[in-house]
């Protein structure tokens, strides 16, 4: 089993405070506004983000490299949408956009191995039968 920290820290008022996010080669500043009010920092959704992204993408490559394959990139946007309801704020919907190129693989066959990604890939196993709405789509970049 392998193991990852993190550190966050807060300091002061929601609104008028301001933390700090940091990982291996990482330091970030996070506040309300860069969560709440589209600020310039960055926010845990945005991780997220960044984080669902990259397992995305390389759990993909593990199973285009098991198809035989040898996939040149594999480039994958997140978009969080953090909503609120009756009980506070949540996250509502990750959709992850996938650009792959990768000479030999079928268009078909990229389909198949991103709906598996998008169900096996540990990010999405830690989101299953949550509140979030997961959406994966991938297209050959020729």
Request: charged share 30%.
């Amino acid at each position: 089993m392998t193991k990852s920290k993190s550190l966050a820290q807060w300091k002061g008022k929601i609104k008028e405070g301001q933390g700090t996010m940091k990982f291996t080669g990482y330091e970030g500043i996070y506040n309300f506004a860069s969560r709440f009010e589209n600020g310039n920092d960055t926010n845990p959704e945005e991780l997220i983000g960044a984080a669902h992204a990259g397992c995305y993408s390389m759990y993909l490559s593990l199973l285009i490299t098991e198809e035989g394959l040898n996939p040149e990139s594999i480039d994958t946007n997140a978009e969080v949408s953090l909503d609120k309801d009756d009980t506070g704020p949540y996250i509502s919907e990750i959709k992850l956009d996938c650009k792959v190129k990768c000479d030999g693989l079928e268009e078909s066959k990229l389909k198949d191995l991103a709906s598996t990604t998008k169900e096996k890939c540990p990010v999405s196993r830690l989101y299953a039968g949550g509140t979030a709405k997961i959406s994966a789509k991938a297209d050959l970049i020729k």
